[in-house]
């Protein structure tokens, strides 16, 4: 297979294709090829909103050949944070790189005005596009793909809201209807290079070699994730189908981690959106699962009997960060905001964890009404979240401003560490399931839940004795092969499917020779690059703490100590320093 | 009688392209979608509506009399059009005739990709979307 890389520089207009099939080669592709790209590329002392600094979109080898490989991976230094920015988004997006063969998407600098990148196989084009600066996500998406839709529905369109064109550290990329490049502040970048948005198509063909055995493979993958229980559950209610069963094992983050139990649950939970509130599900492109659950909302907004109708993707990430965080029980009051921050184009577990915590620091008197001009924080009043939403848009005053900056900016300026519930300067995911969980957050090369899976640790431990050995080397295990299916890139929710044998037979089948050992020694090399970057960056394990707050909550295994903590720590930060010298080993070599 | 491609329920469209995917690899034996005889239009904002673009079988197909050489013709089975590739002087008439936009232009081959009525997409889409019907004579 060859993999090429298309690099564009926004100051100077350039455009360059360049042939990378032999980083594929050694990284796999998607997150592995990236990682190795970034490490050479991302310095501590580059500004993330600065012109330097690039982006990178990639796929890999899977995307366009096997179901759910539906994927892209964005890799940059996270405005948010200064260390490693990853981010992973479905839609369609892997479709259209893949079919004008462009497997890694490089860009840099900053052009001179608003504009937007049109990409159609080798026809790169810069267009400019004022009129679309300060326009909402939603809204860029529809003008653009009336412009540029005359492809029968193979384009794809990645756009930022005005959060990222103020360069809100918390801004999101949102891909085609509902999928987002959504943690570390990508949306920022895109808004310091003037880049409102980037449309791609191509028309190229992906050749098949073994044409009999691919078609068997196929359809034993599709089978399984079309028809089996492993994917079930994301195609019946979703990942809001969650939201119950942790409640009801606290492990809901709720009212800013106060407890793990909401009593307001059942207002949210899959179970009623899927009731009063979806209206169809939808899918990736080329994904049997289908997932992605739309939720309508219709309202009246004025007299006489004016209504509009508000449709909005949910899922339980949102749920959990616009609602139990913030003490919001009622489903139309999630859709509401959450159709707000889409809009916006926030990354909504960001901006959640963020509203939680203004609220607390509010009623613990760090913040007051000179602050929010007025408003009184709440916790459930989503009334006045929305107006602060609004506010935040406006700008309306510094403090609002501050809040799109993130938490760890706001921790410093107003102070209240102790209730930011944040790790490795990201904002929280929504597990409250216990020590692997957290251990995950902090640990884990993006401080997302997608990294080892802790939740899922914890729920196997659930009523029974603890086993940090035990318990870390899973997490780590989950760590590795992960880099392994962010490097074909296969979704998490087909995770079910495309085990160590499929995975093999499915690389053979294109003409890719691997065995396990050579696989998981990949994946240690694309581990330990991760973690010379983000040490590179200024990440040390060190200096990773446990929230003061969550030491005094109940979590789904109880209560979790800071020495629980910092030795799961240690243990884990043990096996990444071997990946560490594993990777430079071979990096030399 | 001969059985003719359909949409059977379009709400149940969750706009996955698996069907699409199917025709492609199967006849065009490509990954992808460039091959493939049919196409899912989606709609800006994912507002959760999906249109099944898959050739209508006519009895008087406007592609095939938009035809200028002869290439595309009616099918004998009945419905549908059959293409003679060496006829085709690739000027895309064909594809632009066909309103429903179902009829797809593959751009490697520069030809058009009629519909072979053949099912596959059917037994690839998870939801029941697609299925064969009877063609109905009259
Ligand atoms: S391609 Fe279009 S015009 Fe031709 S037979 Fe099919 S539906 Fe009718
Ligand atoms: S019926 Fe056969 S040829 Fe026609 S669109 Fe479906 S798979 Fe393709
Ligand atoms: S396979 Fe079925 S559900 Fe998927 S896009 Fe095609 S018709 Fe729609």
């Excluded at chain 1, 691919?214 to 969650?242: C, H, M, P, W």
């Excluded at chain 1, 929280?428 to 839940?449: D, I, K, L, W």
Aim: a neutral charge.
């Amino acid at each position: 297979m060859s993999f090429r890389m298309l690099s564009v520089n926004l100051s100077t207009g350039k455009v360059e294709f360049e042939d990378v099939s032999d980083l594929f080669s050694k990284y796999i592709g998607g997150t592995g090829v990236l990682s190795y790209l970034a490490l050479k590329d991302l310095r501590e002392d580059l500004d993330p909103v600065s012109p330097e600094s690039p982006i990178y979109f990639g796929i890999g080898p899977f995307n366009g050949y096997y179901p759910s490989a539906s994927k892209a991976v964005a890799i940059f230094k996270s405005p948010l944070t200064g260390n490693l920015g990853e981010s992973h988004a479905g839609g369609r997006f892997f479709m259209a790189m893949a079919s004008a063969g462009i497997h890694v998407l490089r860009i840099v600098g900053k052009a001179s005005c608003p504009v937007y990148l049109s990409i159609k196989d080798e026809e790169v084009k810069i267009i400019p596009c004022s009129s679309l600066w300060g326009k909402t996500a939603t809204a860029t998406e529809r003008i653009l793909r009336e412009i540029e839709g005359t492809k029968r529905g193979k384009e794809s369109i990645l756009r930022i809201g005005p959060a990222g064109e103020r360069l809100s550290r918390i801004a999101c990329v949102t891909v085609d209807s509902s999928r987002h490049f959504g943690r570390h502040g990508l949306g920022a970048i895109m808004g310091s290079k003037n880049l409102k948005a980037i449309v791609i198509s191509g028309n190229r063909t992906l050749r098949i070699s073994n044409w009999s055995e691919y078609q068997k493979l196929y359809k034993e993958i599709f089978d399984i994730l079309a028809y089996s229980e492993v994917s079930l559950k994301y195609r019946d209610l979703g990942t809001a189908s969650n939201v119950i069963p942790l409640s009801n094992t606290h492990s809901l983050p709720t009212r800013n981690f106060s407890q793990g139990f909401f009593e307001g649950a059942d207002g949210i939970s899959g179970e009623h959106f899927a009731d009063e509130y979806l209206v169809k599900q939808i899918a990736c492109a080329h994904c049997p699962i289908g997932c992605i659950h739309m939720g309508q909302l219709r309202e009246m907004f004025a007299e006489p009997h004016l209504f509009r109708t508000v449709r909005t993707s949910y899922d339980y990430e949102p749920i959990f960060a616009l609602g139990s965080n913030l003490g919001v029980s009622k489903a139309e009051e999630v859709l509401r905001l959450l159709s707000y921050v889409e809009r916006q184009g926030w990354d909504v577990m960001s901006i959640g964890v963020t509203l939680a915590w203004a609220t607390e620091a509010f009623q613990r008197g760090l913040i007051n009404t000179t602050h929010t001009n007025g408003l009184v924080l709440s916790f459930g009043d989503a009334q006045t979240y929305l107006k602060v939403l609004g506010n935040i848009s406006k700008g309306a005053t510094e403090f609002y401003r501050d809040l799109e900056r993130g938490l760890g900016f706001c921790v410093q300026k107003y102070g209240g560490e102790e209730f930011a519930i944040t790790f490795g300067g990201v904002e929280s995911p929504g597990y409250m399931t216990g020590p692997a969980a957290f251990v995950g957050f902090a640990v884990g090369v993006r401080h997302s839940h997608l990294d080892c899976a802790g939740y899922s640790v914890d729920q196997e431990f659930f009523g029974k004795a603890s086993d940090p050995y035990v318990e870390v080397e899973k997490l780590y295990k989950e760590s590795l092969w992960r880099m392994v299916t962010n490097s074909l890139v296969t979704c998490l929710f087909a995770r079910g499917g495309y085990t160590m044998p499929l995975v093999l037979r499915g690389l053979r089948v294109l003409g890719v020779e691997e065995t396990e050992e050579s696989l998981m020694r990949k994946a240690r090399i694309i581990h330990g690059m991760k973690y010379l970057l983000k040490e590179k960056l200024g990440f040390s394990f060190d200096s990773l703490k446990l929230p003061e707050k969550l030491t005094r909550v109940y979590t789904g295994r109880g209560l979790v100590s800071h020495k629980d903590f910092d030795d799961r720590v240690k243990l884990y930060k043990d096996k990444i320093k071997e990946d560490m010298a594993f990777a430079q080993e071979e990096l030399k070599a | 009688m001969a059985k003719r491609i359909s949409v059977l329920d379009r709400e149940r469209c969750m706009g996955c392209y698996s069907c699409v995917y199917a025709c492609s690899r199967t006849w065009g034996r490509v990954a992808g979608i460039e091959k493939a005889a049919l196409r899912i239009k989606s709609y800006s904002g994912a507002e959760g509506f999906f249109s099944i673009r898959v050739c209508s079988g006519c009895e008087d197909p406007d592609c095939a009399k938009a035809c200028p050489t002869g290439a595309l013709r009616p099918s004998k089975r009945g419905f549908g059009v059959d293409l003679e590739k060496k006829l085709c002087n690739a000027c895309g008439s064909c594809v632009s005739s066909c309103i429903s936009m179902a009829l797809q232009w593959d751009e490697e081959d520069k030809l058009p990709v009629p519909c072979r009525h053949c099912g596959v997409c059917a037994s690839f889409c998870p939801r029941g979307v697609l299925g064969m019907e009877e063609v109905e004579r009259a």
